[in-house]
């Protein structure tokens, strides 16, 4: 006999179906369509014209040709994953208007909705070219992006204002770039043109070395040549910061020769440290090989004895044209600019240039040995103070250009942030030392540099390294259980940072109350007493573990009053220094929003900064590291 089914079980029995039909995947259009790199030539040469003339806006104007061979489907990429970015940083959001034509008449394209960087287009019959116009709509304020224009000054980047065909490695796309700037301006690259006015022809190349070679253009301009093959191509937003003596030109006239002296060899044919000085425009830090951008606040040259630290950008910039284009991970080289990257061997890349910086700026006499001693000291108590390696190992941080591309964090002392840029150079000191050991010092890091980063004199092509090579390197100088050591130092976890490269190399992590000369001089650090670094505006940091932190401070917090006054600077470190004799504790009047909470911290510790001092008798590994070759 049958039953009748109560009325959910009958709209459930009937609504099945239809939800496991809607529940079938779906095929995705495009999928799998966009064709692989080949290492094989394409037929013809891409025309790139710029117009970089609306300055007021931030505006660039874009028309590209792109040959093609046959009619049907066509793949056109935005570069997506660019080399020193380590990471998918392409700015996507700011092409604007494309629009595609040939013969005369417009193509449709479609953005591929699984890759966004690429655009589908159907090439009709007979077309031998693709007509391209877009826009370039740069950002006009920090929280949209770098600003890469001003009324004054340019930072021009090939990648953002251009397309370029799927199915080709980049080193096989000819390419030919024009580009007009404002009246009365100069421009610089390491890319050679031709200029009639303001309109500079760039000599015809292939999309990769396009890529690599940005232009830096302004107003107000110098060349300052520090050596046959070296210029230093200075912009700025005004003429008086242009204002550089002879001294501080020869001291980057040391450095060309201290990195040449210990490299051995030059990977290029020329080389541009494009220099801007600028309070507008994007600062940068950007390595190429041919050149690099180098973007630093007013006063680089005027105010010379203010900001030493500031001068560690162009050491450790041009020491990548060796260590990062030249000589480069095999996980970090790519065929293009869609096929992500790997940076297992960052802590090679950013991490050894990261030593090679601070040695050469002290070589050089860019920065004083005294102050690259703090610098040193400033890194190591930073790393040594740095809670987050207990659960982090130093080599996962080689993920965070993938997994926050230089984003703001709350807790970076817990979460850590690109830690294989100042523990790689921790690590690369452990090296030198243990080099200097166990050869009785006859052999030391530069025997690496000069065995590794070496080549063809004047070729800028790239050599890749795995981590074996890098091993074999070492060994090939002094044989050593490498292998572990750099195995541990990457690849787990530890209470302390490697600080023994130091200590062998006769220099010690100590902690004064005398300030140290490398630390900012804008904000108040307390970062290794209270566990607190404060800024202009308020909380930078609070250090995880900490006793500000065991007290509930957080970065939200504005502090009003310090026992019982208002806050100033002085007072708070004031507060600091008499803990020391007072079994009080430092009561701190906080602001959160419209709330106002106190907050008593136990600490009578003193004010502790970082030093390091030296333990060996005599000239120690690091002073003999540290001379001018």
């Known amino acids: 006999m049958n039953r009748a089914l109560p009325l959910a079980a009958l709209l459930l029995a009937t609504a099945a179906p239809a939800f496991a039909q809607n529940s079938a995947p779906q095929p995705v259009p495009f999928v799998d369509t966009i064709p692989a790199a080949r290492d094989v030539p394409y037929p013809g040469t891409l025309q790139l014209d710029i117009d970089a003339t609306d300055t007021q806006r931030g505006i660039f104007r874009v028309k590209q040709t792109i040959p093609v061979a046959k009619s049907g489907h066509m793949v056109l990429l935005y570069p997506k994953w660019l080399p020193g970015k380590h990471g998918p940083r392409g700015e996507i959001e700011k092409l604007a208007g494309l629009q595609i034509r040939a013969n005369g008449q417009r193509v449709e394209w479609k953005r591929d909705p699984v890759d966004v ?207 990062g284009k030249y000589r480069r991970g095999a996980d970090l080289w790519a065929p293009d600019f869609r096929t992500p990257t790997i940076g297992s061997l960052l802590w090679v890349y950013e991490g050894q240039t990261q030593f090679w910086g601070y040695v050469f700026q002290a070589r050089s006499g860019l920065v004083s040995k005294d102050v690259t001693l703090d610098a040193y000291a400033a890194i190591m108590a930073s790393l040594d103070n740095r809670a987050g390696r207990t659960w982090r190992p130093m080599g996962d941080t080689t993920n965070d250009p993938v997994i926050t591309p230089r984003a ?30 166990q050869s009785k010092g006859t052999r030391s890091i530069d025997d690496f540099a000069r065995a590794f980063f070496q080549g063809r004199d004047g070729d800028y092509g790239e050599v890749v390294y795995t981590f074996d090579d890098v091993v074999r390197a070492l060994d090939a100088i002094q044989p050593y259980d490498w292998r572990s050591l750099l195995d541990k130092r990457v690849n787990h976890v530890s209470d302390r940072a490697p600080l023994a490269g130091f200590e062998r ?45 065991d007290a509930g401070i957080d970065l939200g917090d504005e502090i009003v009053a310090v026992n019982g006054r208002g806050y100033t600077a002085d007072r708070i470190k004031a507060a600091v220094r008499d803990a020391r004799t007072d079994k009080e504790p430092i009561r701190l009047l906080l602001k959160s929003g419209d709330r106002f909470r106190e907050v008593a911290i136990d600490y009578h510790g003193g004010l502790r900064y970082p030093h390091l001092v030296k333990t060996a008798a005599g000239e120690a590994g690091l002073d003999k590291l540290l001379q001018p070759r």
């Open 117 to 323: 960087f690429a655009f589908h287009v159907e090439v009709p019959r007979g077309a031998r070219q693709l007509d391209l116009e877009f826009q370039f709509v740069s950002a006009t304020a920090p929280d949209q992006g770098r600003i890469v224009m001003t009324p004054e000054l340019i930072s021009l980047q090939f990648n953002s204002m251009s397309l370029y065909p799927a199915g080709y490695f980049t080193r096989q796309i000819p390419v030919q770039a024009r580009v007009k700037y404002p009246d009365g301006w100069s421009a610089a690259s390491g890319l050679p043109a031709n200029a009639v006015g303001s309109t500079y022809t760039y000599d015809k190349t292939n999309y990769e070395v396009l890529v690599d070679s940005p232009v830096l253009a302004g107003r107000y301009g110098r060349a300052f040549e520090l050596s046959p093959r070296v210029t230093l191509n200075v912009f700025a937003d005004s003429p008086e910061e242009l204002a550089a003596t002879p001294e501080q030109i020869d001291a980057h006239r040391r450095l060309v020769d201290q990195v040449v002296k210990t490299m051995g060899s030059q990977h290029y044919d020329h080389y541009h440290f494009l220099l801007s000085i600028s309070d507008e425009l994007g600062g940068i830090g950007l390595e190429h090989h041919r050149s690099s951008e180098d973007g630093v606040r007013p006063g680089y040259f005027t105010k010379w004895d203010e900001n030493p630290s500031g001068r560690n950008l162009l050491p450790h910039e041009f020491t990548h044209s060796w260590d």
């Open 408 to 437: 703001p964090k709350g807790w970076v002392s817990w979460q850590r942030s690109e830690d294989y840029y100042n523990e790689g150079l921790l690590i690369w000191m452990e090296v030198d030392s243990i080099l200097r050991e």
């Open 505 to 549: 190399n006769g220099y010690k992590l100590v902690y004064t109350e005398e300030p140290n000369k490398a630390s900012s001089k804008t904000g108040v650090d307390l970062a290794y007493s209270l566990g607190l670094t404060l800024g202009p505006k308020g909380l930078v940091a609070v250090a995880w573990g900490s006793p500000a932190f």
